[in-house]
């Protein structure tokens, strides 16, 4: 038996509890939910969220909503900041593991805290899709996998009282599957030791080359991989002659220690080096199918504004099978793919969940309306209570459900996350009085680039609105992989707001519906405003 073969199994073996458990919930979904709520209820009763809200007179889902208000991250940020300055009992009785940082709607970033008991509800996510997908591709077993999961940091961090902030390691995200897969990575976490991105890529590339048993892919973004994989004619020599000698020489020198680490995981293979030379003279599609022939599936996000990049990324590896992501947030596992099943299924056992519709009304998850959109609320082990995710959905039935987008104004084509609230705090900063039309749009520019673009009538600083943007923890991490350009500004005459509002009808939109915005999240205005 091979090792990928007996770590995926035993992986796959240990989902199995968490799985029957999931199925065996869908036979009462209102009470396996009122149930998980009640249980976070009673165990944080004491905590100072806790007694703030009465939590102890709290015997219902009902009592819950009529004593516990809606909620954004604003309201729990000062909760939180206690919680950096080393505070217990705040949101959870249980202790904070670490602070895990995601992009606010109208802050910069935001750190959500971790718990064990939420590592283990994001694992109840997990378990069944784990199940269902072994189930049905069990040649995904046999090979080796490419995971990765969490934003590159190279420096760990910490609160003024001693919370770590980030993972340490990519795969403890997956918790207990995460051991596992350490085992049957492709591409070992050591390149997360490279703050160079060229290096980073180059690493990566190589591993990738290196595996002839490479099974499955799985990234958020998919364009992260399709930058990935347009890297590979630019440094294809190079790559080549290191795969033949085992060696690495990466775009930029580095460290002896980082080097010599990487080197120790890698074999000289002159026969795996000239099919790949060989591969190199086909189109993209042809190549990737003959230096990867067994790659059986390729998981990322493929809904709302990935779905291009999806689609792109689909056109480089036509050969795997693409399989969109269920919705998963830094702060809660919401659901995941069912093979054969429009949308995803809830994960009903992870957190609490709330609905509300287009009329206000909140439903819970055995309310849900097919075709209806919603918007999302969870309760999770993590010490967020009718948190607003501010994430859109369509219920597909069945407790099934698709990302639409954002319901809140975020731009989001590569993972940035780019708030209104953000854009509004930038402007004041940039502005000691801001000028009567300006809009920052997402623009495609002739060499491909996709830069944030502020069209204003008064100049500012094109390196101070990058600064300002770069605050934003994914803005900057998009930035450090270049799936985004450096941002830039122009001005644009006193018939801008014609021209704004003109663009707006062309795509679409009543001349009377047309709201003022200084995020238009779209983007494609260039052409207009510069006529």
């Not at 046999?142 to 340490?168: H, L």
């Not at 003109?502 to 795509?507: D, F, G, L, S």
């Amino acid at each position: 038996m091979s090792l990928p073969f007996f770590a995926n199994s035993l992986w796959y073996a240990s989902t199995w509890s968490d799985a029957w458990q999931h199925h065996q919930a869908l036979r009462n979904v209102a009470q396996t939910q009122e149930k998980l709520l009640l249980s976070m209820i009673r165990a944080n009763e004491k905590t100072v969220f806790g007694r703030e809200h009465s939590f102890e007179k709290i015997q219902s889902a009902q009592d819950f909503q009529k004593t516990v208000p809606l909620m954004d991250y604003d309201d729990y940020a000062p909760y939180i900041e206690r919680i950096k300055q080393g505070e217990q009992n705040i949101l959870t009785q249980e202790a904070i593991t670490l602070l895990e940082p995601t992009s606010g709607s109208t802050s910069a970033t935001k750190l959500i805290p971790y718990t064990a008991s939420l590592k283990q509800q994001f694992n109840r996510g997990i378990a069944p899709w784990i199940t269902n997908l072994f189930t049905h591709y069990p040649h995904l077993m046999r090979g080796q996998a490419y995971w990765s999961v969490s934003p590159i940091d190279s420096q760990k961090r910490y609160t003024e009282g001693g919370i770590p902030i980030g993972f340490d390691d990519d795969t403890d995200y997956l918790g207990s599957g995460g051991f596992l897969l350490k085992r049957i990575l492709a591409v070992p976490n050591i390149v997360k030791l490279m703050s160079n991105m060229d290096n980073f890529r180059y690493v990566s590339l190589l591993f990738l080359l290196h595996s002839e048993n490479l099974r499955l892919i799985s990234v958020w973004n998919p364009s992260f991989m399709t930058i990935l994989l347009e890297h590979l004619p630019q440094w294809s020599e190079q790559l080549v002659r290191d795969i033949a000698d085992g060696t690495v020489t990466p775009p930029a020198e580095l460290e002896n220690a980082v080097k010599s680490a990487i080197e120790s995981q890698l074999k000289a293979n002159p026969e795996r080096a000239k099919v790949i030379e060989s591969a190199l003279s086909h189109d993209a599609a042809t190549c990737h199918r003959m230096i990867w022939d067994k790659l059986g599936l390729v998981s990322c996000w493929a809904d709302g504004e990935a779905r291009y990049q999806a689609e792109h990324l689909t056109r480089l590896l036509p050969h795997a099978t693409l399989q969109g992501k269920g919705l998963i947030a830094t702060e809660a596992f919401v659901s995941f793919p069912v093979i054969g099943s429009d949308g995803s299924q809830l994960a009903i056992r992870s957190h609490f969940l709330e609905f509300i519709s287009e009329s206000g009304k909140i439903h819970l998850a055995h309310q849900l309306i097919k075709g209806e959109q919603y918007q999302l609320v969870v309760t999770t082990g993590g010490g967020l209570y009718r948190y607003q995710l501010h994430d859109l959905v369509e219920s597909c039935g069945d407790l099934h459900i698709r990302f639409i987008g954002r319901s809140a104004n975020i731009s989001d084509h590569f993972g940035e996350k780019v708030s209104e609230g953000h854009v509004r705090a930038i402007l004041e900063a940039l502005y000691s009085e801001r000028p009567s039309f300006t809009v920052l749009s997402p623009e495609m520019y002739e060499d491909g680039t996709t830069a944030y673009t502020l069209f204003t009538e008064k100049s500012v600083s094109a390196e101070q609105l990058e600064a300002q943007l770069s605050e934003n923890y994914h803005y900057a991490y998009c930035r450090r992989l270049k799936q985004l350009a450096h941002a830039k500004v122009i001005v644009v005459d006193k018939n801008a707001p014609e021209r704004y509002l003109a663009a707006c009808v062309k795509r679409g939109q009543r001349s009377g519906d047309v709201k003022p915005t200084i995020l238009y999240k779209h983007g494609g205005l260039l052409p207009d405003m510069l006529d």
